[in-house]
């Protein structure tokens, strides 16, 4: 069992900026592909971002690309999101999830493990 953990999430408005933290224990955290989902009210859980178990390789929607940056400290067992420019749709709650295999968190969307959510509301 992998256990996932949010923090960062909070208040801020449009053009502002926010770092989300996911802290991890469990299993060996390096094993794992990690990522990023929200889900705004009365919409569906979407993917927003993965990163490779080794941080090589990274994966955005396009609705964040270029604003959004997914990063990994395996020593730290850590993952973060540094959110730029949010704007008013980037309201949500921001969930962590992972999985062995990144293709579960970008492809199929169903990964394995999830946190409890942090939430982000972005004021106009």
């Known amino acids: 069992q992998v256990q996932l953990a949010e923090s960062g999430g909070g208040l801020v408005q449009a053009g502002d900026s926010l770092k989300l933290s996911c802290a991890a224990s469990?299993?060996?955290?390096?094993?794992?592909?990690m990522g990023w989902f929200r889900q705004a009210p009365g919409k569906e859980r979407e993917f927003v971002a993965a990163?490779?178990?080794?941080?090589?390789?990274?994966y955005y929607a396009d609705s964040v690309k270029g604003r959004f940056n997914i990063s990994r400290d395996n020593a730290k067992n850590s993952m973060y999101l540094q959110m730029n420019s949010l704007k008013p749709e980037d309201t949500a709650v921001y969930y962590c999830?992972?999985?062995?295999?990144?293709?579960?968190?970008?492809?199929?969307?169903?990964?394995?493990?999830w946190g409890q959510g942090t939430q982000v509301t972005v004021s106009s």
């Open positions: 990163i490779t178990w080794s941080g090589g390789y990274t």
């Open positions: 999830a992972g999985d062995e295999a990144i293709v579960m968190l970008v492809a199929t969307q169903r990964p394995s493990y």
């Open positions: 469990g299993r060996t955290f390096s094993n794992y592909a």
